[in-house]
């Protein structure tokens, strides 16, 4: 099984006492890509749950999606903490991350979310062109200017990830990860260019007690599904054999428990403590369907069952 003994930080990833409730989500979705008032009535509901972070970046909906997210904050400031991400052009394309660059964005993704400091700003992929010293110093710098409270990345291979760690320790900061990270482990070759949670990196984030977000927690919806679906007219990564069998599994005991195969396989994600999964509902409904996994109390034996089935 995964590595799970992971600690969090102080603030938005904060209180594993609020670990079975709202707090424990982070909250994504197509905001920009969609009307404001359905992105509204998403983070006004979030919120009234419980919910404390919401997630976008730079890139998403061709740039517009902080935007849309800071249309809702700025009619309810202080309602919900924000994680942005940096590093891919509006096309989804990886940037050169030179100081500079990144400063900017970020100076952009502030006057678009319509707030003072980012809670978490991430890395959104590598630039294997620079030291991780200096990459390290630059998400430093950013904290140091006032302009974020904390930093990490996605998308980075475990040495580096490693290294950064150790850069980042050593000037007083703790790294928060990022990756795909769920019971249906994906084909890596039909991920695009993201990065799955694998062995390697769970080793780096046990050692460094790193808090993990975990992306796409519920497959792209694959455990809801009775069968493939494309994304961006590619092959479901997550279609393979042993995720069919791990998404029977999660309806067997779904309808022991009166709940939902989804709902199961997003319960799995929570009993791995320091692990925040990040949703991407489309309606209230599917946020309350998440929030109830929290109520689901998996055994040890469930957790290893549904992953290993045995």
């Given amino acids: 099984m995964p590595h799970s003994p992971l600690q969090p930080l102080d603030g938005p990833l904060d209180s594993e006492s609020a670990a079975r409730g709202a707090r424990r989500f982070v909250l994504g979705g197509p905001f920009g890509a969609e009307p404001a008032e359905a992105t509204a009535a998403r983070l006004a509901h979030f919120a009234d749950t419980g919910g404390v972070l919401v997630e976008t970046s730079h890139s998403y909906a061709r740039g517009r999606a902080e935007e849309a997210v800071g249309q809702w904050l700025r009619g309810n400031p202080g309602a919900l903490s924000v994680l942005t991400k940096v590093g891919h052009d509006t096309t989804g394309e990886d940037i050169p991350l030179r100081r500079d660059t990144v400063f900017e964005h970020v100076q952009s993704a502030l006057h678009k ?120 007219g590619k092959p479901d990564p997550y279609d393979t054999e042993d995720n069919r069998a791990r998404r029977q599994r999660c309806r067997d005991l779904a309808e022991q428990l009166g709940t939902r195969p989804e709902t199961v396989a997003l319960a799995w994600t929570l009993q791995h403590p320091g692990v925040w999964p990040s949703i991407g509902p489309r309606t209230t409904a599917q946020i309350d369907n998440s929030l109830h996994a929290c109520r689901i109390a998996l055994t040890a034996e469930h957790t290893h069952w549904l992953r290993h089935g045995r």
């Fill in 113 to 232: 979310l319509g707030v003072d400091v980012i809670d978490v700003l991430l890395y959104h992929c590598d630039d294997l062109g620079r030291s991780v010293a200096e990459l390290a110093d630059t998400l430093v710098g950013l904290v140091d200017a006032g302009h974020v409270r904390r930093v990490g990345v996605s998308n980075w291979r475990a040495e580096r990830l490693s290294q950064l760690a150790d850069a980042l320790n050593e000037r007083g900061h703790t790294l928060v990860a990022s990756y795909q990270f769920s019971l249906a482990e994906p084909d890596p070759t039909l991920l695009e260019g993201s990065l799955h949670a694998d062995d390697a990196v769970l080793d780096v984030v046990y050692a460094h007690r790193l808090p993990l977000i975990s992306w796409s927690s519920q497959a792209r919806g694959y455990f809801a599904r009775s069968g493939p679906k494309e994304h961006h």
